[in-house]
């Protein structure tokens, strides 16, 4: 099993920044994906970002530019490093581990509130 532990949310004013982890353990050598999504008020949860363990990423139409997801292997942490937020990337954002069984696992998320 995987344990997927968020952080770094808050209230930011529109125009700023945030940045959250994601601490992975447990069995982490089986993660190939890691992602993060977010879920808005009355929304679906929708893709923000994946990575790889290659390195390779994948980002939702509406953050690229702005968002930029990584990994620290050595410290088993993703991370999401937001710039230029909208009140509209106000959501709570989950942390998600993929395995490459398929099995996947979700964090408890961390909220993100943007004022404008």
């Known amino acids: 099993q995987v344990q997927l532990v968020e952080s770094g949310g808050g209230l930011v004013q529109a125009g700023g920044s945030l940045r959250l982890s994601c601490a992975a353990s447990?069995?982490?050598?089986?993660?190939?994906?890691m992602g993060w999504y977010r879920q808005a008020p009355g929304k679906q949860r929708e893709l923000v970002a994946t990575i790889t363990t290659g390195g390779s990423t994948n980002y939702a139409d509406s953050v690229k530019g702005r968002f930029t997801i990584s990994r620290d292997n050595a410290k088993n942490t993703v991370y999401l490093q937001m710039n230029s937020l909208k009140p509209e990337d106000t959501a709570v954002y989950y942390c998600?581990?993929?395995?490459?069984?398929?099995?996947?696992?979700w964090g408890k998320g961390t909220l993100v509130t943007v004022s404008s």
């Open positions: 447990g069995d982490i050598f089986s993660i190939n994906v």
């Open positions: 998600r581990a993929l395995q490459w069984n398929g099995l996947n696992y």
